[in-house]
């Protein structure tokens, strides 16, 4: 029986470890906070600091192979665990160390001539405050390492806000930032890449993404992109993930925008659809939560799959629309529960199809804390009946 390690013990790891379990595999997850939600779905769990050797070292060493569900782990450390214990890491160190940092991340892009949006490296804060002056508004300052669901990103479009921002920032000094174009975004997609130890690569279906404040809000499917831009989009991700050699799961978030004839992006033109790679996540993705329940194969059970050499094939879409709505913390504020979310309302939602719920002790405004999967005949009713559950729940902005 194949032991596997999962860095992180959030949700994502949670999904991935019951599909590992599905298989007999057994789960161990390492996590530095003690209330971390997946530790109960698994016999063993490690609670330790990222940068605890000694603990991770025996970690590695009770698993035949490792693999994360977040991207904020050193990679010197890691590399010198693989070195020491010889348990191989899952996409490699390789590839986390270029996806965890958004300058690494970019240059790839630019370097290998997959498309990216305009951006500016400044390896510390003052060179972010000369930098900033001289780049065109609007804009996106975000710090190259460590930020999620838009923590970490200030959106400048004028000169007061950057200097109402830059005066407000304080990090350490060797903090390095990146200064990003804002891109006029017509729509923001994902593509998953599943790719195993023979080279064989399948995706799942684009998934059309509707953020809120930098956070995930609904993702949708199939997507509303006419099909040669989805084709596209799966040819830029597989092209990337060969290019990674990812081992594992490669998601790319990409923007969309209607073409403007500026001839100095890197960008990649189809019909009247300018595309742009905003990030890799080498891990199962927010938006593949969908997978779950609209597809022959989901992000989770590809992952298990490839980290259990077992034979990965083309998931295929389940017939109809699908919609998956994050749930945040402010539903629970508003519901005035700690845990569990009341979902007496639910049976007067028959489209709601599944909904999972984190078990996260404490509930903060914009934290995810649980998703629901809405499946319709049509588009417009698969938003309808998400939008009225949400009102339902108590949902509110
Ligand atoms: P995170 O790591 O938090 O997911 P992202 O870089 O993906 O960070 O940014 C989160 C969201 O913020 C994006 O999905 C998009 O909606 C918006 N955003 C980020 N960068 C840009 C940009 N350069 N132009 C326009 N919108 C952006
Ligand atoms: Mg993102």
Known sequence: ??????????????????????????????????????????????????????????????????????????????????????????????????????????????????????????????????????????????????GYDGKGQWVIENVTALNKTLSE??????????????????SEASCIVARNSQNITVCLPIFDNIHKNQILYQTNLPSQLPITVQQKLQNIAIQAAEKLDVLGLLTTEFFISKVKN????????????????NEFAPRPHNSGHISRNSCTISQYDLLARILLDIPINKPELYPGYFCMGNLLGSTWINQKK???????????????????????????????????????ENITDCNKFSENFRKDLNESD
Not at 60 to 89: G, H, M, W
Not at 173 to 180: D, G, L
Not at 262 to 277: H, L
Request: aromatic share 12%; net charge neutral.
């Open 169 to 186: 920032i304080t990090t350490k000094e060797n903090t390095s930032f990146i200064i990003e174009e804002k891109i006029d975004i017509f």
């Open 262 to 277: 500026d001839n100095v992006k890197q960008s990649i033109e189809i019909d009247d659809f300018q595309i742009y790679i």
């Open 1 to 146: 029986m194949r032991t596997i390690g999962i860095l992180g013990g959030g949700q994502l790891g949670g999904m991935l470890s019951e599909a590992l379990y599905n298989y007999g595999a057994k789960v161990v997850f390492y996590d530095p906070d003690p209330l971390s939600p997946s530790f109960h779905k698994s016999a063993f769990h490690y609670q330790g600091d990222w940068n605890d050797a000694e603990k991770l070292e025996a970690f590695f060493r009770q698993c035949d192979l490792v693999t994360y569900e977040f991207e904020n782990v050193a990679t010197d450390l890691l590399n010198s665990l693989i070195e020491k214990t010889k348990k191989p890491l899952f996409p490699s160190e390789n590839v986390l160390k270029i996806t965890q940092n958004r300058i690494a991340e970019k240059t790839f892009l630019q370097k290998n001539n997959l498309p990216v949006c305009k951006f500016i490296a400044c390896s510390n804060l003052s060179e972010l405050i000369t930098k900033a002056k001289n780049f065109p508004f609007p804009f996106i300052i975000k710090t190259a390492y460590g």
């Open 338 to 376: 700690e845990k569990n979310l009341n979902l007496s309302c639910w049976k007067d939602h028959p489209n709601i199809i599944s909904v999972t719920l984190y078990g996260k002790e404490s509930a903060t405004k914009q934290r995810k804390m649980g998703h629901f999967i809405c499946h319709a």
